[in-house]
């Protein structure tokens, strides 16, 4: 695709400019591979969303025993349903250790401090930036979970890209555009990069009937590390 497209050069995009520029090639590059990995993530998100709502309506008008689903096309079946063999209803059972009001209230509160805090280190970075990445992130987050398992390949960088290009033509050049497209930036591919992960642990921990919990523990640990690791060797070289 990409020869062809340089054959435009001078139609599509200025001749005079390096391949290697946002104005020429590389553009087409970055956001063709967006838009197909964005397109087909939205789209099993929606699929996924779907089903999910149907089965809680079905659920919810008391219906859910008539239902042909299978517990893999239902994801509102019982946990523990006696269709899944014996090592599936345990992995459920480890896979259930975390629940969900600990996810979304721990995202809501890191969300919270992210909003609080970043704007104090970066001034151009205003706090209902911060607010919109982290309503968008969840769904970039799936995205890109589904595409790491698909290809074994994180396009973390990829939605950094698009972080910088909306919230820096959002603030604009004149309000310090480019620092807070890179702070953006930081804050969408830490998110979206995380989410694949994780989700790449949990599915192993699954696999291997491990704790949930202590790998998310260990998760933090790192983490916590990394935040004191990190500004020291910036601080000491």
């Not at 911060?130 to 939605?159: H, K, R």
């Not at 604009?172 to 497209?181: I, K, P, R, T, W």
Request: charged letters at 10%.
């Amino acid at each position: 695709m990409w020869p062809l497209i340089e054959t435009k050069k001078g139609d599509w995009f200025p001749a005079d400019v390096e391949s290697s520029s946002m104005h020429g090639l590389q553009a087409y590059k970055v956001f063709i591979a967006v838009a197909i990995i964005l397109g087909d993530g939205l789209y099993n998100f929606c699929k996924v969303l779907s089903r999910t709502l149907s089965g809680l309506f079905v659920q919810l008008r008391g219906t859910s025993s008539r239902a042909s689903l299978t517990i893999e096309e239902d994801p509102t079946a019982s946990p523990y349903s006696p269709k899944q063999s014996y090592d599936d209803q345990r992995r459920t059972r480890f896979f259930y250790q975390i629940p969900t009001w600990f996810a979304v209230g721990g995202y809501i509160i890191i969300a919270a401090t992210s909003t609080a805090i970043l704007p104090h280190m970066f001034h151009q970075l205003r706090w209902y930036y911060i607010l919109v990445i982290y309503i968008c992130a969840p769904v970039l987050a799936f995205c890109n979970a589904y595409g790491a398992g698909l290809t074994d390949w994180s396009l973390a960088s990829t939605y950094g890209k698009l972080a910088i290009f909306t919230i820096g033509a959002w603030a604009g050049s004149e309000h310090g555009g480019m620092l807070a497209g890179l702070a953006a930036c930081g804050v969408m591919m830490n998110i979206v990069s995380t989410a694949s992960d994780l989700t790449q642990d949990f599915k192993t921990g699954y696999l291997t009937l491990s704790s949930p919990k202590s790998m998310f523990v260990s998760q933090v640990i790192g983490t916590a590390m990394g935040c004191v690791v990190s500004p020291c060797v910036f601080w000491l070289f």
